[in-house]
């Protein structure tokens, strides 16, 4: 039924709909058939976007995932024997990793191919476009994150970017549970900071290869490279 009723002295609220609150039931259903309209297309909204989601990702987005994986394949393989303009161009037959970047853009393929290009113009000497592809790279989620930063560090210490250098080779050396590439990179960081005249940072990297990687190929004549630094033990 509708009532007035008062919020404050003075101030009317009119025809409020008063329900009785002993039914839930009844409450449930009156603003069902008062909210109906905006209910259902609230549902409707809903149920298309999940639909939307669903087909783009089962009909679109799983076959260019794997359209672009099938490319990927062939300058990979180019790749790991050291052919780098094949890989990077393509035989005239099949993409290289810049056809993919782009032929296959959005795809983690094309993703990972800004990877192999950043590490190809690397190996190339050629440390601009390195630079630029590495960095348009997302390692996010990937098992070459800490590669690609490393490589960032080697291509900007051989531009004579020693700042930077030293930004993405601290990055690298954050993964504390490779043995394998983290005291390289804490060996690079040193030798960074040596140059810079940062004698103390320099330590700093050294130090962690003896104490926590002294199995490692760098931590062989560490004490060396401490000792010129000004650490003698």
């Known amino acids: 039924m509708a009532n007035s009723a008062r ?3 003075g101030v009317e609220r009119e025809n409020i709909e008063i329900v009785n609150e002993t039914d839930p039931l009844d409450n449930v259903q ?7 309209k905006m209910i259902t297309t609230a549902a409707a909204v809903i149920i298309g976007a999940v639909v939307l989601y669903f087909g783009y990702t089962k009909l679109y987005k799983g076959p260019a995932e794997e359209k672009a994986a099938a490319a990927l394949a062939y300058p990979q393989l180019y790749f790991s024997v ?3 303009n094949l890989a990077l161009n393509g035989d005239g037959k099949n993409l290289g990793f810049i056809k993919v970047a782009s032929k296959h853009s959005g795809t983690a393929a094309a993703n990972l191919s800004k990877y192999y290009m950043g590490i190809c113009y690397l190996k190339m000497d050629d440390y601009k476009n ?4 590495l960095e348009d790279f997302d390692g996010k989620g ?11 560090g080697d291509a900007y210490m051989a531009s004579g970017n020693t700042a930077k250098a030293i930004e993405y080779f601290k990055k690298a050396a954050d993964d504390k549970d490779n043995g394998l590439t983290t005291p390289a990179y804490l060996y690079k960081l040193g030798l960074a900071y040596a140059t810079t005249g940062k004698p103390n940072e320099a330590k700093d990297a050294f130090k962690r290869i ?7 190929m760098q931590a062989r004549d560490i004490d060396k490279e401490l000792a010129r630094v000004g650490e003698v033990n």
């Open 82 to 84: 050291d052919s780098l």
């Open 142 to 152: 990937t098992m070459v994150a800490y590669q690609a930063w490393g490589s960032l």
């Open 7 to 9: 919020t404050q002295p």
């Open 30 to 36: 009156v603003i069902y058939e008062k909210n109906k």
């Open 210 to 216: 003896r104490d926590e990687y002294p199995r490692s």
């Open 130 to 133: 390195a630079i630029k592809n």
